[in-house]
């Protein structure tokens, strides 16, 4: 049995595709351009690699543009972000404030292993 909503499934992925990537996006907005109340960084340091990661690959994301290379990077950063930043502050990331950066990491590899979907630009090809 697929459930309540499993005939929806694939828009509902979509949406999940579109919202997560735009909600990562305004994450590189604010270290690339300073909105959203983020501080600009140096676009040459690990935080401007960081920004051009989240805000274009977010957009890609969102649109169904090589949703899955660019999710299985976004994971990978999510995955350094928590273990540079997060867990050396504890185990639980409930108490180190990782929440975030531990949902990205599984939401992108999910987008890695499932592609673009529906409502792409890429027409729902899997790359």
Not at 12 to 27: K, M
Not at 105 to 123: D, E, H, K, T
Request: aromatic share 12%; hydrophobic share 50%.
């Amino acid at each position: 049995m697929d459930g309540i909503l499993g005939r929806f499934a694939p828009h509902i992925y979509a949406l999940l595709r579109i919202v997560a990537g735009l909600l990562f996006a305004q994450h590189g907005a604010q270290k690339l351009l300073g909105l959203l109340g983020g501080r600009q960084v140096a676009i040459t340091s690990q935080f401007g690699l960081a920004g051009i990661i989240e805000l274009v690959g977010g957009l890609m994301i969102a649109a169904g543009v090589y949703a899955s290379p660019i999710g299985f990077i976004a994971s990978g950063e999510m995955a350094v972000a928590y273990f540079r930043t997060h867990a050396p502050q504890g185990f639980w990331p409930v108490q180190n404030g990782g929440e975030l950066a531990v949902l990205y990491c599984f939401l992108f590899l999910y987008v890695a292993a499932r592609g673009n979907g529906a409502w792409s630009i890429q027409g729902g090809k899997k790359r």
